[in-house]
């Protein structure tokens, strides 16, 4: 299917997909065979050559979610064999090679799965419930001003690390579709700490986590049950350490929300 | 919304109460064996354990109201958390897959029921003693003369029926499983767990839960095995 070299064996594989017309219609599984695979081949670049087949017979090509191939925009999103983004650790469906897998293999493609994320089609979801938990929160009001100034505002070293962690966060939802119970507590708390890890962060740093935790609740994920399946899929390797720190922000900014005096003149000039 | 609506109504909110009832809870199954353990030595003392708890009166009824009700939001919250995730994913994927959840911890539910269904039958059975209304009667005395009730002869005569024993035996193991889980993840939920301490943690769960397990089951096992015998 693709150049390969003499030494790299090729090899069949059968792909099980989910075909979905629409968000109405019932989903089923469809195989579709693929021959000399080359196992050079990114998982995707797979999805391409049969989707070229199945354009040239005139069927409908699958449907599915991929923008920069690689793992660095969060777009891809295929469950692979049950674990989102398929084999491997630290790694988007994008960084997926079929030397991953054996001649023979079925390999089961379906969509994240999801209340909060709805099948668009095949294995497209909406995923846009981020964007709100986003918007809730995910922001600093702070005038960051130019490079010279980034250097009054001192920040440590291990702070600084910290939030690097958790801002690698591409947002891509695989945590979500791990997760036994369909929960976005990694994706909020790597928002959440990301944020609140920094200097900039803390005027809004009690707002934000409660905003954004409210939003996600009504967004329709799921409640964390600590099993960690989260960050075992995470293409960033994002731990769930941050999920505790959450936690601990959040109950944190809900008693100081209801029980800190607020200011008889709110809202005035002074 | 006040601070318990919000902790009611929010993910995070519930998982804090289910956190905080659970170590109250722990608290609570560590102290009961504590107190239990006393039946392997002479009768006076668990006679005389028991009487002091009883005779706090008020006080007993003010701790007895705490538990239950940690026990009823322990278990109302759960059943809203577990609704609300079936609710999240009620499609599941056609392979089923998992990375590292732990036995323990995908069987909270089932595991939380039995040991409730014992529970109920506990406090009928011990507490509340319908079957054995003479379990109430202050027939032992103590060193001073008191008249007490004979704790010793109710667990005795209680554990000598091998049904019980067994579902108590089950139940204890239940609960050891459910602790196994709940332990390590009520530190979590409080917002306290990080890698730096995860193994120490999780090194004394399984420590504390074998050691709760099989200090449970000696209790009926030495009843039965005639070890721990009726002393009048």
């Known amino acids: 299917m693709v150049a390969s070299t003499p030494s790299k064996k090729l090899f069949s594989v059968t792909l099980r997909v989910w075909r979905q017309a629409n968000p109405d219609q019932p989903g089923k599984f469809v195989d579709y065979p693929a021959h000399n695979v080359s196992p050079d081949m990114s998982f995707l670049e797979l999805l391409d050559v049969v989707n070229d087949g199945l354009t040239v017979s005139n069927a409908e090509p699958i449907a599915f979610a991929h923008d920069c191939r690689e793992g660095i925009c969060g777009t891809c999103s295929c469950t692979i064999n049950g674990k989102p983004h398929g084999p491997g650790k630290g790694v988007a469906t994008c960084q997926v090679y079929m030397r991953s897998f054996q001649a023979g293999d079925v390999i089961v493609v379906e969509p994240f799965r999801a209340t909060a994320f709805p099948i668009i089609k095949d294995l497209v979801t909406e995923r846009s419930a981020f964007d709100k938990i986003q918007q809730a929160g995910g922001f600093i009001s702070a005038r960051t001003g130019a490079a010279p100034d980034a250097n009054s505002i001192l920040v440590s070293k291990a702070d600084a690390d910290l939030a690097m962690d958790a801002a690698a966060c591409i947002g891509c939802g695989a945590c979500v579709a791990a997760c036994k119970n369909a929960s976005a507590m990694l994706f909020v708390a790597a928002k959440v700490s990301h944020l609140g890890l920094m200097p900039q962060g803390q005027p809004e740093r009690d707002r934000r986590v409660l905003a954004m935790v409210q939003t996600m609740d009504e967004a329709g994920f799921g409640n964390c049950t600590n099993q960690y399946e989260c960050s075992a899929v995470c293409p960033k390797n994002i731990t769930h350490d941050f999920i505790a720190r959450l936690n601990r922000d959040y109950v944190g900014a809900l008693f100081r929300s209801k029980l800190q005096p607020v200011s008889t003149s709110a809202g005035g000039g002074a | ?232």
């Open chain 2, 1 to 232: 919304m006040n601070i318990l609506g919000s902790l009611f109504n929010s993910s995070i909110g519930k998982k804090f109460l289910m956190a905080l009832t659970g170590l109250v809870l722990f608290g609570f199954v560590t102290g009961h064996l504590l107190g239990n353990l006393q039946i392997f030595l002479p009768p006076q003392k668990i006679n005389a354990y028991g009487h002091m708890l009883e005779s706090l009166g008020a006080g007993l009824w003010l701790v007895r109201l705490f538990l239950l009700a940690c026990v009823l939001i322990h278990v109302w919250v759960a059943i809203q958390l577990t609704r609300e995730n079936s609710a999240a994913r009620p499609v599941n994927y056609g392979v089923d897959h998992t990375n590292r959840a732990s036995l323990a911890s995908r069987v909270m539910a089932r595991t939380g029921l039995v040991v409730l269904a014992f529970l109920i039958y506990h406090l009928l059975d011990f507490t509340l003693r319908v079957q054995h209304p003479e379990w109430s009667q202050r027939s032992f005395a103590l060193a001073d003369g008191t008249l007490v009730r004979d704790v010793h002869t109710m667990m005795v005569q209680g554990f000598s029926r091998p049904g019980v024993a067994l579902f108590y035996i089950l139940a204890v193991g239940l609960l050891s499983y459910h602790l196994a889980h709940g332990v390590v993840s009520l530190v979590q939920t409080l917002g306290f767990k990080n890698e730096r301490w995860t193994r120490g943690l999780e090194c004394f769960a399984r420590v504390y839960c074998w050691g709760y397990f099989l200090l449970n089951a000696a209790i009926p096992l030495a009843i039965l095995g005639g070890w721990v015998k009726a002393h009048v």
